[in-house]
């Protein structure tokens, strides 16, 4: 099995930054895809920011002069670095991986970290 463990949500005024992570653990995997998923009260889930192994990555236009996603394969962790964040930005923000173990594919989601922005 796949641990996700996700770090470096918080409270934060508007404009400032922080930094997510989210590592994974296990043995005999591999990661092809890290993601960063968000949902507001009374809103779906949504994405956020993605990457693949080998580093092309994709942001949601409504974030992407603020947020930049990025990669430690070798650490099996996963960065959303914020920054000048809007209340709007306030969510639960969710890491997700998808990859291979044994010859099978799996996806997970982390527990959710929340992120609080106040105006």
């Known amino acids: 099995q796949v641990q996700l463990v996700e770090s470096g949500g918080g409270y934060v005024q508007a404009g400032g930054s922080l930094r997510l992570s989210c590592a994974a653990s296990?043995?005999?995997?591999?990661?092809?895809?890290m993601g960063w998923y968000r949902q507001a009260p009374g809103k779906e889930r949504e994405l956020v920011a993605g990457?693949?192994?080998?580093?092309?990555?994709n942001v949601a236009e409504s974030v992407k002069d603020r947020f930049t996603i990025s990669r430690d394969n070798a650490k099996n962790t996963v960065y959303l670095q914020m920054n000048s964040l809007k209340s709007e930005d306030t969510a639960v923000y969710y890491c997700?991986?998808?990859?291979?173990?044994?010859?099978?594919?799996?996806?997970?989601w982390g527990q959710g970290t929340q992120v609080t922005v106040s105006s």
């Open positions: 990457i693949i192994s080998a580093g092309t990555s």
């Open positions: 997700y991986v998808g990859g291979l173990r044994g010859g099978d594919e799996f996806r997970y």
């Open positions: 296990g043995t005999g995997f591999s990661i092809g895809y």
